[in-house]
């Protein structure tokens, strides 16, 4: 029997591994980060895994434990046919996972507000503006202080914080870069914020994580973390290599595609963020907020 249940756990054992290699490659690539927000995430995870061993490793080893004490050739194991309860089990049953859950709870609780995608990240550095539109099937950056915008590259200065602002033009779409850290969602007619940081340089899988269409698997873009001098030399770049963009162009561009190589635009009209975002509110709706309000006013395509 004991035999049976060896090989039965093997099999299952084997399978899972299986399955979990499968599942490898760049997903992986969320314990490797290279800024602040990835490090914490790598890390609460990580230490999430190793409290959940102090519940897994007890009953791995007590079900093997009781399987080896209790089989039909041990005749030294003493009958008990009328025993029903035990404190040390009762003990050892509900005290270690309501340990766990505390530690888990404060954990939680802690990180979820140091978290917090709308958390400025403190650096000496100044940061950098960078506003994400994502269309069918592809991302639109906007540097609304340098007046261009790159489609699918996603480019900034390593050590520099980026305060991202995101919508959709589209349906709902999820931004991350894996290594970063944070995965947020995009929805049209709204803004969303998220503040990311890379301590190395190198170019980074990013992408929509957000089923949106038979284009998905092609919805992704290249983040790429340069030195300040690069940066600049990116910049001009795109500033000689661009088209001028304005909201006209921008719904010619919006239209469901896959983008293979980056494009650039440049200059880019003020306030086109503002401008989709425009598009879902009618101008003087009540219900609108302040902010958006106000973010709204400088512009004319929704008036």
Request: aromatic fraction near 12%.
């Amino acid at each position: 029997m004991l035999g049976k249940i060896f090989r039965f756990s093997s099999g299952v054992s084997a399978a899972a591994l299986l399955l979990l290699i499968s599942g490898c490659g760049t997903s992986l690539s969320t314990m490797m980060p290279v800024g602040p927000v990835g490090q914490t995430e790598r890390d609460i995870t990580l230490f999430t895994l190793v409290l959940m061993m102090f519940v897994l490793i007890p009953i791995v080893a007590l079900t093997f434990g009781i399987a080896w004490r209790y089989r039909k050739s041990n005749t030294d194991s003493r009958y008990s046919p009328d025993w029903d309860h035990s404190w040390l089990i009762e003990v050892f049953v509900w005290g270690g996972p309501v340990v766990i859950l505390i530690i888990l709870s404060v954990m939680t609780w802690i990180s979820t507000h140091n978290l917090d995608p709308y958390k400025a990240i403190q650096s000496d550095a100044k940061p950098i503006t960078i506003e994400a539109v994502a269309t069918d099937w592809k991302w639109l950056f906007i540097y609304p202080d340098q007046h261009v915008a790159a489609v699918n590259e996603f480019a900034f200065p390593k050590d520099v914080p980026l305060n991202i602002r995101l919508t959709s033009n589209s349906v709902m779409n999820a931004f991350m870069i894996q290594r970063m850290g944070t995965q947020i969602f995009a929805m049209s007619g709204m803004k969303t914020q998220l503040h990311l940081m890379s301590h190395k340089t190198g170019d980074f899988a990013g992408g929509n994580y957000q089923y949106n269409g038979h284009g998905f698997a092609k919805n992704r873009f290249v983040a790429r973390a340069m030195t300040e001098q690069n940066y600049k030399q990116w910049l001009a770049k795109v500033r000689s290599q661009g088209k001028p963009l304005d909201m006209s162009t921008f719904k010619q561009f919006a239209q469901p595609s896959v983008v293979k190589d980056p494009i650039y635009f440049a200059p880019v009209s003020s306030g086109l963020f503002a401008d989709v975002i425009g598009q879902f509110h009618p101008a003087k709706s009540p219900g609108m907020k302040p902010d958006m309000k106000a973010e709204l006013k400088p512009t004319a395509a929704h008036e």
